[in-house]
Each structure stands twice: as C-alpha cells, then as structure tokens.
C-alpha cells in the first residue's frame, strides 16, 4: 500500500505539520569524505553551496520568529557543513539571537586544514553536537566510511570530552549517530546506547549524551548500493511491513523545515535529496518563509517515509 495511503487508512487525514521548532540548513554538499551509506551523496567534489545571499537569509527568519516555540533551534547539515565559508559567520550570528545550534558533524572534519579553532567554536557557542559513529569499532567504521576514519574519530571525540562536552557541570551535548551497515532496521536505541557507552568509555575513555539510531533511508548512495546488492525489492517490503502507526505523530517533517543550500525550502533533508519540495500552495523559498502558513502545511510524502515510521521509528 502506498504510504500516502495507509496514512489516510488511519483515519488522520493527511500528514500535517505540528509546528516549526528547527530550522534545518544543509549549508552544501561538499564533504571531506565519501561514505557508503551517505544519503545526500556528500563527497570531496561537490560544489553545491549554500552562498551568504543565503545565510543571511536564515539568519533574517531566526529574527523574525524569536517568540517562544517559533523555532528554537537551528541544526545545520551538509556535506560537512564547516566547509562552508559562512559557516562561523552563521553559527555566531545564530548564537547571538538566543538559538540553540546544532551541527551534524562528521568529526574527522576537525583534522583538515583551516578547522582547528572548531572545537573551541563549538564550545564557545555551546553548539550540540550530533556526530556519526556507526560501530564502536574500527573495522566497522572504517568499512563503511573509509580507512582511518575510526582513529580521527576517536581523537575528535576525546578533544570534545576534554573542552567539556558530555559532562554533566557543563551541559555541553555531544550525540552519536548508529546506521546499519546494510539492508536490515537498527536495534533498539537504549540497549544499543547502553553498549555504546559501555564499550566507548572502557576502550577509549569516551562518553557521549544519547545515541540515536537511525535507519537507512532507500534513497542517494544507500539505494544505489540496495540496487546493486538486488536488496531493493526486499528492503523497502522490510520499512513497509514494520510501519507503526505510533512514531507518526513524532517525525522530524512536523517539527521542522528543511532549508537547502540553494534556498529551497522541503518538508525533510530526505525529500531535499529527492527533489520533492513543500506543496506548491506554500512558500518555496526561504526569502519567502512565513511562519504561520508553513507550520500548518500538508507534508509531501512518498514511499521513503516508510523509512521513518519502520520499528522504532527513525527522525
Ligand atoms: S521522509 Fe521526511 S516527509 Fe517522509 S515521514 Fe520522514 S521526515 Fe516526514
């Protein structure tokens, strides 16, 4: 059944937006690496980016919606988004209007060149942090996001502890981010977390806030790798089979607006990747952002979305 389909079949209509608590920038699509799984296929030759004309742009809406629960929060993403050159820039001007900012990082950024003072800029804006870590170890990480990027993540990991991040006097949050390595759903968030932690702190010294365990959308890179393993077929049966009508209420599209690197406003990252753009009925930009009108649109779905409503649910 299709998705659209067996939301109506719930007898809630249509899935609608609840209000807007975060913004969320891709800020570009440029990376320093190339991950397997990566469903906004990031990588090293991407020029997409998101220009000031741009930035300044999100930085006019978290003026204009500083009233409580008008967006609270801006969650920036990429690529890798500190490659953007507006990136500081962004991040503090954020900072200054009273936003909590969060930055989906791939931590071995902190190693390229020009990045040193990130740490220290996360810290001194009191940024969240919600970085990836598929396994807890090497081989497992490396496989899927390439040699070396294990020991660079742990080396980052270790320096944000040290500023503060994860300690409870501080408050500073630092989150980690579990994907399957293939065609199957995560296990359960806490009992995966309470491994995390265990394995992370007796090898390394590490801790963390909270894992999040996310399942592998069938879109970008990772459906290309369903296609070319024959899994497709078998994997999107597995997200449609598992729907549970109980994370409905609780995906991300409800919450949030998601911003691309050209303006261009989605429901989700995952429909920015896929072209599928808020309904014509609202505003498609986010020079034209309008609070009222967007926090009570009608989300574009398609078959993906049964990514977000499989198991646990995922957002
Ligand atoms: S894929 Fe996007 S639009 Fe679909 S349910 Fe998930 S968050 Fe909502």
Redesign the pocket.
């Known amino acids: 059944m299709k998705f659209v389909d067996k939301v109506a079949a719930l007898g809630r209509g249509t899935?609608r937006a609840g209000y807007i608590d975060v913004l969320q920038v891709n800020l570009g699509y440029k990376c320093n690496m190339l991950c397997k799984h990566c469903h906004v296929m990031a990588g090293p030759i991407r020029t997409e980016m998101m220009d000031r004309e741009n930035i300044d742009a999100v930085i006019r809406v978290l003026e204009e919606n500083l009233e409580d629960n008008q967006i609270n929060v801006l969650d920036l993403t990429g690529g890798a988004p500190e490659l953007n050159p507006g990136f500081q820039y962004l991040v503090e001007s954020a900072g200054a209007l009273g936003k909590h900012v969060v930055v989906r990082s791939n931590l071995t950024i902190f190693f390229e060149k020009g990045m040193e003072n990130l740490p220290d800029l996360y810290r001194d804006n009191r940024v969240e942090i919600i970085a990836s870590l598929p396994y807890y170890m090497e081989e497992n990480v490396n496989r899927v996001r390439g040699a070396g990027t294990f020991d660079k993540s742990i080396q980052a990991l270790r320096m944000l502890n040290s500023l503060g991040y994860a300690h409870e006097s501080t408050g500073l949050k630092l989150n980690l981010v579990y994907n399957p390595p293939g065609a199957f759903l995560p296990p359960q968030q806490d009992l995966l977390e309470a491994e995390y932690k265990r394995e992370l702190q007796s090898k390394f010294g590490i801790s963390f806030n909270s894992l999040y365990t996310f399942t592998n959308?069938p879109i970008g890179r990772f459906k290309d790798f369903l296609m070319r393993t024959g899994n497709a077929g078998q994997y999107l049966n597995k997200l449609a089979s598992s729907f549970n009508p109980d994370t409905l209420e609780g995906?991300?599209?409800r919450f949030i607006v998601s911003v691309a690197w050209d303006g261009k406003l989605f429901?989700?990252d995952?429909?920015q990747v896929i072209g599928l753009s808020v309904a014509d009925e609202y505003p498609q930009h986010i020079r034209d952002f309008n609070y009222l009108s967007l926090s009570q649109r009608q989300?574009?779905?398609?078959e993906?979305?049964y990514?977000?409503?499989a198991g646990q649910g995922s957002?």
């Open positions: 899935l959308m995906v991300m599209c429901d989700c995952f429909n989300i574009a779905v398609g993906h979305c990514g977000c409503t957002t």
